[in-house]
């Protein structure tokens, strides 16, 4: 079965409130991004023409973020919403209804190409052995009706660069949408940032191809790497899933440290968004050196290494590069 | 799984055929009620309005619903005696869908006996319950609690004292007793972990009274400002967030959490409310008005939006704590004076569902209210003064032949 699915027909969760209008030229768009990554792409698409509030910032872990009123309020005012959507974030459709909101949500993966989260698929079929009420039957067909629960598929889409470009068009679709004077501006600039990400694209796999095939599989704290394991393939293991919201048991810290050891893994690395201390519990157990810190599902804050997602995927590629070959 | 009906609760829409078992969307809500005077707690059924039972208890008390609405405690000061109830409904949560089990509440056969029990405090799964008159927590599961094991470990403060205690992980917060005048509030909070032993510093807390969770921060209440709890890097992170210079003077007595959205909704004076954002240093408080002086409030677990006031002049106010004002008000009930003894009895709010439960002691009723229209819609009778009160209950499905 194909891992792969048009998230244009499941992607069903946040069509909250699809009203669009025009806002005067003179103002600026006024643009909320559910988190820093998301923030950046629309920084580059809106450039002047927009003021974008982030809700969940540098460093922050939007799996596990708490809304504030002051969110609420800031949703309520927005002329659009950005989000990630695939259950991303958790929090979204509480926030809105507290916001009330009358600005499009606009859920950025919509037309990407979307794993599915193996781990859920695990749970359809440990539910199917144990003979319990499941809906094993739905992992291999029904998805693409629109039935999307909760794990369905995997959120970290911006791992991949070519996703990366879906969500900068759909941005540049909004913005022309609630915009019309300033759909030129975003075009060229959605164009302008597009072609940085396809350079970026070829940077990554280059860099991936100085990585001897054998040495391809390393560690992080949770699973925000499908992604980019299936784009350019590096083999990502992890103790906690694709949410940071249930932490790892002992069973699966022990399945991990004996899969490391039998696989024998090139590098463990901690996460910008999680607690090192299990990950620096791993390595101890099996000799594995910390090879740095990956930026997963954040950005840096400006001074940091990865202020943008450019500079993410840059760090984060050379630090895994680094860990296992040397810089 | 068991659907033993215990009562007429709400059965609607049928749903999910897409397996071997025949689901059924379900609807419970119950409403745990305590007398002002006598020792009873009542159990209504919060959709048909019937009443479930009556729990012979030892003394007037407060109630406390547990986060899984699992359990309900009964506070009994006076009689020196925490007991613990099983509500009869639970859920299991299974991702795409979550399932209800609805059966017969029952005393759980747990008691917890000391010397005047005054607060009670949930964290994860754990319950404290402080002992004013020994200076002393007790801390028991929940699954203890639903096992009917009286399964408690204690930890003790220096002196007896009007304190708090909460069950953090590995570790417990204790309110320090104030040592010069011992018949005052606490002055601060000290971690202890499992073994009792005193983790990191004092944290600085004078006149602590009130203490909330919402989301993933607790805050006790003080007179400079707040103690904000998070979880740090192995013990709990405590910082003191002060009231600015803005506000006027006054403090917090009495928190609550906000549910969906985080923030703390505390008293400010006797006719003001505060909203409280926690996780900020500047504009972290925002104080409104009310008409008169405040009786009780509570916050809305499903409509994050909105929290409720009610006031001595019979109004139930609701809050909108995204723009930070009062957005609707509802006259209830005939006035009831905040002057007099503090424990006098006056209404307290619940939400259960769709509907906003007020209490009427003096009348014998319970006043509901649409939560959505926020208009009055009936009445419930219950005998004697119905006077504290908690709601419990949800929608699931159950499975046919499970």
């Given at each position: 079965?194909?891992?792969?699915?048009?998230?244009?027909?499941?992607?069903?969760?946040?069509?909250?409130?699809?009203?669009?209008?025009?806002?005067?030229?003179?103002?600026?768009?006024?643009?909320?991004?559910?988190?820093?990554?998301?923030?950046?792409?629309?920084?580059?698409?809106?450039g002047?023409?927009?003021?974008?509030?982030?809700?969940?910032?540098?460093?922050?872990?939007?799996?596990?973020?708490?809304?504030?009123?002051?969110?609420a309020?800031?949703?309520?005012?927005?002329?659009v919403?950005?989000?990630?959507?695939?259950?991303?974030?958790?929090?979204?459709?509480?926030?809105?209804?507290?916001?009330?909101?009358?600005?499009?949500?606009?859920?950025?993966?919509?037309?990407?190409?979307?794993?599915?989260?193996?781990?859920?698929?695990?749970?359809?079929?440990?539910?199917?052995?144990?003979?319990?009420?499941?809906?094993?039957?739905?992992?291999?067909?029904?998805?693409?009706?629109?039935?999307?629960?909760?794990?369905?598929?995997?959120?970290?889409?911006?791992?991949?660069?070519?996703?990366?470009?879906?969500?900068?068009?759909?941005?540049?679709?909004?913005?022309?949408?609630?915009?019309?004077?300033?759909?030129?501006?975003?075009?060229?600039?959605?164009?302008?940032?597009?072609?940085?990400?396809?350079?970026?694209?070829e940077?990554i796999?280059?860099?991936?191809?100085?990585?001897?095939?054998?040495?391809?599989?390393?560690?992080?704290?949770h699973?925000a790497?499908?992604?980019?394991?299936?784009?350019?393939?590096?083999?990502?293991?992890?103790?906690?899933?694709?949410?940071?919201?249930?932490?790892?048991?002992?069973?699966?810290?022990?399945?991990?440290?004996?899969?490391?050891?039998?696989?024998?893994?090139?590098?463990?690395?901690?996460?910008?968004?999680?607690?090192?201390?299990?990950?620096?519990?791993?390595?101890?157990?099996?000799?594995?050196?910390?090879g740095?810190?990956?930026?997963?599902?954040?950005?840096?804050?400006?001074?940091?290494?990865?202020?943008?997602?450019?500079?993410?995927?840059?760090?984060?590629?050379?630090?895994?590069?680094?860990?296992?070959?040397?810089? | 799984?068991?659907?033993?009906?215990?009562?007429?609760?709400?059965?609607?829409?049928?749903l999910?055929l897409?397996?071997?078992a025949?689901?059924?969307e379900?609807?419970?809500?119950?409403?745990?009620?305590?007398?002002?005077?006598?020792?009873?707690?009542?159990?209504?059924?919060?959709?048909?309005?019937?009443?479930?039972?009556?729990?012979?208890?030892?003394?007037?008390?407060?109630?406390h619903?547990?986060?899984?609405?699992?359990?309900?405690?009964?506070?009994?000061?006076?009689?020196?005696?925490?007991?613990?109830?099983?509500?009869?409904?639970?859920?299991?949560?299974?991702?795409?869908?979550?399932d209800?089990?609805?059966?017969a509440?029952?005393?759980?056969?747990?008691?917890?006996?000391?010397?005047?029990?005054?607060?009670?405090?949930?964290?994860n799964?754990?319950?404290?319950?402080?002992?004013?008159?020994?200076?002393?927590?007790?801390?028991?599961?929940?699954?203890?609690?639903?096992?009917?094991?009286?399964?408690?470990?204690?930890?003790?403060?220096?002196?007896?004292?009007?304190?708090?205690?909460?069950?953090?992980?590995?570790?417990?917060?204790?309110?320090?007793?104030?040592?010069?005048?011992?018949?005052?509030?606490?002055?601060?909070?000290?971690?202890?972990?499992?073994?009792?032993?005193?983790?990191?510093?004092?944290?600085?807390?004078?006149?602590?009274?009130?203490?909330?969770?919402?989301?993933?921060v607790?805050?006790?209440?003080?007179?400079?400002?707040?103690?904000?709890?998070?979880?740090?890097?192995?013990?709990?992170?405590?910082?003191?967030?002060?009231?600015p210079?803005?506000?006027?003077?006054?403090?917090?007595?009495?928190?609550?959490?906000?549910?969906?959205?985080?923030?703390?909704?505390?008293?400010?004076?006797?006719?003001?409310?505060?909203?409280?954002?926690?996780?900020?240093?500047?504009?972290?408080?925002?104080?409104?008005?009310?008409?008169?002086?405040?009786?009780?409030?509570?916050?809305?677990?499903?409509?994050?939006?909105?929290?409720?006031?009610?006031?001595?002049?019979?109004?139930?106010?609701?809050?909108?704590?995204?723009?930070?004002?009062?957005?609707?008000?509802?006259?209830l009930?005939?006035?009831y004076s905040?002057?007099?003894?503090w424990?006098?009895?006056?209404?307290?709010?619940?939400?259960?569902?769709?509907?906003?439960?007020?209490?009427?002691?003096?009348?014998?009723?319970?006043?509901?209210?649409?939560?959505?229209?926020?208009?009055?819609?009936?009445?419930?009778?219950?005998?004697?003064?119905?006077?504290?009160i908690?709601?419990?209950?949800?929608?699931?499905?159950?499975?046919?032949?499970?």
């Amino acid at each position: 079965m194909s891992r792969m699915l048009k998230l244009a027909a499941a992607a069903s969760v946040v069509t909250l409130l699809p009203v669009t209008f025009s806002v005067a030229a003179a103002e600026n768009l006024k643009v909320v991004a559910s988190f820093s990554i998301i923030a950046d792409f629309a920084k580059n698409v809106g450039g002047d023409r927009v003021d974008i509030a982030t809700l969940v910032g540098p460093n922050g872990d939007a799996h596990v973020y708490e809304p504030k009123p002051a969110d609420a309020a800031e949703v309520g005012s927005a002329d659009v919403v950005l989000v990630n959507g695939l259950q991303f974030e958790g929090f979204l459709q509480r926030l809105v209804e507290a916001s009330a909101t009358k600005a499009p949500v606009v859920e950025l993966t919509k037309g990407g190409e979307v794993l599915r989260n193996t781990e859920e698929e695990d749970h359809h079929e440990d539910k199917a052995a144990a003979g319990k009420e499941g809906h094993a039957g739905e992992a291999d067909e029904g998805h693409e009706e629109g039935h999307h629960h909760h794990g369905e598929s995997d959120p970290h889409a911006w791992q991949s660069v070519h996703n990366a470009e879906v969500y900068v068009k759909n941005i540049a679709d909004a913005f022309c949408a609630a915009d019309k004077a300033g759909c030129d501006t975003y075009r060229l600039n959605a164009e302008s940032y597009g072609e940085q990400l396809e350079a970026l694209e070829e940077e990554i796999k280059a860099t991936i191809a100085e990585v001897p095939e054998d040495k391809r599989m390393i560690i992080t704290s949770h699973d925000a790497f499908g992604y980019f394991e299936h784009e350019y393939g590096i083999k990502f293991l992890a103790p906690e899933g694709v949410s940071t919201e249930s932490e790892a048991s002992a069973a699966d810290v022990a399945a991990l440290i004996k899969q490391i050891r039998q696989d024998k893994a090139s590098a463990i690395f901690v996460e910008n968004v999680t607690n090192p201390r299990l990950i620096e519990q791993i390595a101890s157990e099996t000799g594995l050196k910390v090879g740095g810190e990956l930026y997963s599902d954040a950005l840096s804050d400006e001074n940091g290494p990865a202020a943008t997602y450019i500079e993410m995927m840059r760090h984060n590629i050379t630090v895994i590069k680094g860990a296992i070959v040397g810089s | 799984m068991r659907t033993n009906w215990a009562s007429a609760t709400a059965i609607a829409l049928l749903l999910c055929l897409s397996s071997a078992a025949h689901a059924e969307e379900v609807t419970a809500w119950r409403l745990f009620i305590s007398d002002h005077a006598e020792p009873k707690v009542t159990v209504i059924d919060a959709v048909d309005g019937g009443k479930l039972d009556t729990f012979r208890i030892k003394g007037p008390a407060s109630l406390h619903r547990s986060e899984s609405g699992r359990t309900v405690f009964a506070v009994q000061g006076a009689a020196g005696v925490v007991t613990g109830i099983a509500s009869g409904i639970s859920f299991e949560d299974h991702g795409e869908h979550g399932d209800i089990d609805v059966e017969a509440p029952k005393l759980a056969g747990v008691e917890i006996a000391g010397g005047k029990p005054s607060h009670f405090v949930e964290h994860n799964g754990d319950f404290a319950a402080f002992f004013d008159g020994e200076g002393a927590a007790r801390i028991i599961s929940e699954k203890a609690v639903l096992e009917g094991k009286s399964d408690f470990r204690e930890m003790k403060t220096d002196a007896p004292q009007h304190g708090v205690a909460v069950a953090y992980g590995s570790y417990v917060l204790l309110s320090e007793p104030n040592r010069e005048k011992p018949d005052e509030l606490p002055v601060g909070i000290r971690v202890a972990d499992e073994a009792g032993a005193q983790v990191g510093g004092f944290h600085a807390c004078p006149d602590l009274h009130g203490e909330a969770s919402s989301g993933n921060v607790l805050a006790f209440a003080c007179a400079t400002g707040l103690l904000v709890v998070t979880h740090g890097d192995g013990t709990p992170a405590i910082r003191h967030l002060p009231y600015p210079h803005s506000l006027p003077h006054g403090k917090t007595t009495t928190l609550t959490g906000g549910r969906g959205l985080q923030y703390f909704l505390g008293n400010f004076g006797a006719d003001k409310v505060v909203l409280i954002d926690p996780t900020v240093e500047s504009d972290a408080f925002r104080l409104i008005s009310l008409p008169t002086r405040r009786v009780h409030f509570a916050v809305d677990p499903v409509r994050a939006k909105f929290a409720y006031v009610f006031t001595e002049d019979g109004q139930l106010h609701q809050l909108d704590v995204v723009k930070g004002e009062i957005a609707n008000s509802l006259k209830l009930t005939d006035p009831y004076s905040m002057d007099g003894h503090w424990s006098d009895p006056r209404p307290r709010v619940a939400v259960a569902g769709d509907r906003i439960v007020v209490t009427d002691p003096l009348r014998g009723v319970l006043h509901l209210v649409d939560a959505t229209s926020f208009e009055k819609t009936g009445d419930i009778a219950v005998e004697g003064k119905p006077f504290n009160i908690v709601s419990v209950g949800g929608s699931g499905q159950t499975h046919e032949g499970e």
